[in-house]
């Protein structure tokens, strides 16, 4: 059964910095994708940033571009999320997600394309 476990959330300050990581098990992502959303309260899960492993594309949410950086490890599907410069605003439960096959880019940022998730992490940002 295929899994993906995230971890790293936390308390920060605003301003300062985290880094989430997510591994995956039982299954291998490497001929699709894998990425970040994350959820505020009582409304959707919004995409944040995916790695595309086939086109060898990165795609970020322009409210964290600039900020936030994906990287991981293709064989492994592995990635991390390192987060720089929060806000009081970027506190929500992010979500590791996968997609064991390719898709177009232009479908890569809707929740629904993705077939396994993790349990979520969450990030709080102090002001």
């Known amino acids: 059964q295929a899994q993906l476990v995230e971890s790293g959330g936390g308390l920060v300050q605003a301003g300062g910095s985290l880094r989430l990581s997510c591994a995956a098990s039982g299954r291998s992502f490497s001929s699709g994708l894998m990425a970040w959303f994350r959820q505020f309260p009582g409304k959707e899960r919004e995409f944040v940033a995916n790695?595309?492993?086939?086109?060898?594309?990165?795609y970020y949410a322009d409210s964290v571009k600039g900020r936030f950086t994906i990287s991981g490890d293709k064989a492994k599907s592995t990635i991390d999320l390192q987060m720089n410069s929060l806000k009081p605003e970027d506190t929500a439960v992010y979500y590791c997600?996968?997609?064991?096959?390719?898709?177009?880019?232009?479908?890569?940022?809707?929740?629904?394309?993705?077939?396994?998730w993790g349990q979520g992490t969450q990030v709080t940002v102090s002001s």
């Open positions: 790695r595309d492993w086939t086109g060898g594309n990165t």
């Open positions: 997600a996968g997609r064991s096959r390719r898709i177009v880019s232009s479908s890569q940022q809707r929740a629904e394309v993705y077939d396994t």
